[in-house]
């Protein structure tokens, strides 16, 4: 009996069973190796506990139970003359391997007979639950086409993550459990959540509460998800609503259970206006820079207070998020700002330092040394975003006017940053921009590797924070105009090459430049260096999709929240988990249409839902 390897093909239909194509060609993200065999269809048996078996642990027991429920009922779909699958028989080497967590290893193989019981294996529990997914959506019915089916599976990348804006949006527990569901469907396996910004501090401080009394965004009802981008800090009316802290871990066990990781971000040291509402002393009210708007209020590195504050925020979230990493922020800062203080204009000085560029980026710097020591003393390492790196370096230069009102910020490696720190671009052209001057304005990974960091790519990979229109994501065989996915699908954190496909003939690639003055970048393409089922490279961690609150929108009730973070970020999922050359759109299109109709079953008509 002959296999086949797996083209994805078919006409494209409202949901995620398309006629004529069967369902283990629809797989998303697409699995590294899937062949499909030619027998005659077999049936699913009658779904329900016992068709899974006894499980590994517990965590895979509740995992039986989630999936159970997704399984169509086939009571009536059997007959004497039908090939029966069976049962669903699960090997896992290690049940109760620590996470999740980098690296964990996701790898797992699948083979689903004509008849009899199914078998998966994998290494972890993180590789049996992307195994269960997987198998979910080949049994999307209850007759199952191209048996035997073979899967060999693991991802690209270790990071595959979801960013929300928190702290400019309010979302209710059971919106934030529906992400999860949804970045589980696509084997999503991190959540960074943006707690805290200029406009409100949301996460919940036991030590310093007048941090939310005075920094809280305040509504009516806290059980709704917020309608418009939350007002500065210090709105009146109704009640803080803030994310407490047992929600919080509540939100960190269904995470844990779908094998994601929970990473919070506490931005610093600017955007920073909502802590100076309880503790002015400790910030820089900066009237030289106004295009960030609230956004260039400072933390002030030589006050006491400020370390008192920052530290205990970071000691909270550490007894709260297991992850091993703390995101620190370390966007958009105006150093300029500084020279409106005193005290840091007097530290400066004190340093042998002046007063200019080169002085106010050292105040930068050791706001940052800092608060990583402090994260480091409670076992964490940090994430930060890539102006931390690739600005804030040496050098009497930095902000000048361009573009209008746009800062253009040159290029000056920061090396004091702890080595192996995460580096997360989402501004520079991925080291192809450059100024009028033929300076470059950022780095790219190739330099975040070459000085010891980690790296993952969000640039380009902003989704959009209205909706579409009604009938904008049905010409999917085309691109569809639904928040154009298919220029997320090009990025890859790897390389700074972009390709696109042509219906007819090769794959055009090029160089992704912008402005180059000068001789410029050139193409980079970084090799994979690691093998196993937890990622293909130590250094190129992978990536992030970002959903920021800051813009007039709808409201981001779980509904919305799905038009809002899908497809693009499930075409984000599917470039940080499979080959790098599983990058045409159009072949991918059909399957993606598949994927949404998966999200808007599960999660609109979520059958796991997070009590408030």
């Known amino acids: 009996m002959a296999l086949v390897l797996l083209v994805a093909a078919g006409a494209a239909g409202s949901n995620n069973n398309i006629p004529g194509t069967p369902a283990a060609a629809l797989l998303w993200p697409l699995p590294k190796s899937i062949t499909l065999g030619h027998n005659p269809p077999a049936v699913l048996a009658a779904a329900n506990a016992s068709f899974f078996g006894a499980a590994p642990s517990a965590l895979l027991s509740r995992a039986f139970e989630r999936y159970a429920k997704l399984l169509p009922t086939c009571a009536g779909a059997v007959s004497n003359t039908s090939d029966v699958v069976s049962s669903f028989e699960l090997r896992v080497d290690d049940p109760e391997a620590p996470g999740p967590a980098e690296f964990m290893d996701e790898a797992y193989s699948l083979l689903v007979p004509s008849r009899g019981a199914v078998q998966a294996h994998a290494a972890t529990q993180w590789g049996a639950l992307r195994a269960l997914e997987s198998f979910s959506q ?55 959540l943006h707690i805290t910004d200029a406009e409100s501090f949301m996460f919940e401080s036991l030590a310093f509460p007048e941090l939310n009394r005075e920094g809280a965004y305040r509504q009516p009802s806290c059980a709704q998800p917020a309608t418009h981008q939350l007002p500065p800090y210090g709105d009146l009316g109704g009640e803080p609503c803030i994310y407490r802290q047992a929600m919080l871990r509540q939100l960190v066990a269904e995470a844990t259970d779908r094998g994601i990781r929970v990473v919070p971000e506490f931005d610093m040291p600017a955007h920073a206006g909502s802590f100076g509402g309880a503790f002015p002393e400790i910030v820089v009210n900066c009237t030289t820079c106004t295009a960030g708007g609230l956004s260039h209020i400072l933390l002030d590195p030589f ?310």
Not at 164 to 176: E, Q
Not at 340 to 347: F, P, T
Request: aromatic share 10%; net charge neutral.
């Open 138 to 192: 080949i049994a999307a019915t209850c007759t199952l086409q191209g048996t035997p089916i073979r899967v060999d599976d693991a991802p690209r990348f270790t990071h595959r993550g979801i960013m929300l804006d928190l702290a400019r949006r309010f979302w209710p527990a059971n919106a934030l459990l529906s992400v999860l569901d949804a970045m589980a469907i696509s084997k999503l396996n991190v959540l960074h």
């Open 303 to 612: 006050q006491n207070t400020t370390w008192q504050v920052v530290g205990s925020i970071l000691a909270e979230a550490a007894a709260i998020f297991p992850d091993a990493r703390l995101h620190l922020g370390g966007d958009e800062v105006c150093w300029r700002c500084y020279n409106e203080s005193a005290s840091v204009r007097a530290a400066i000085l004190g340093s042998g330092r002046q007063l200019d560029d080169d002085g106010f980026k050292w105040v930068v710097r050791t706001f940052l040394a800092q608060a990583q020591a402090l994260a480091a003393s409670h076992g964490r390492s940090t994430s930060v975003w890539n102006e931390a790196f690739g600005i804030y370096g040496p050098g009497n230069y930095g902000y000048a006017i361009s573009n209008g009102d746009l800062p253009h910020r040159l290029y000056s490696i920061n090396t004091e940053l702890v080595r192996g720190t995460v580096v997360q671009d989402w501004w520079g052209g991925r080291g192809s921009w450059f100024g009028k001057d033929g300076r470059q304005d950022a780095t790219n990974a190739t330099a975040a590797v070459a000085h010891g960091m980690q790296y993952m790519n969000s640039e380009g990979w902003y989704l959009p924070i209205s909706p579409p229109l009604p009938g904008n994501c049905s010409n999917w065989a085309k691109g569809g105009n639904c928040f154009n996915w298919t220029s997320v699908y090009l990025r890859d954190p790897a390389t700074n090459k972009t390709c696109s496909y042509p219906a007819v003939g090769p794959p055009n690639c090029l160089c992704f430049e912008h402005g180059n003055a000068g001789a410029g970048t050139g193409c980079y393409d970084i090799a994979p260096d690691k093998a196993g089922g937890g990622g293909e490279y130590t250094q190129v961690l992978g990536g992030e999709a970002c959903l920021w609150g800051n813009s007039p929108a709808p409201p981001y009730n779980v509904s919305a929240a799905s038009r809002h973070l899908w497809p693009g970020g499930l075409a984000v999922a599917e470039r940080l988990w499979s080959r790098q050359n599983v990058a045409d759109w159009r072949s991918a299109a059909p399957r993606l249409e598949a994927q949404m109709g998966r999200v808007e079953q599960r999660v609109l008509l979520s059958v796991f839902r997070l009590k408030p």
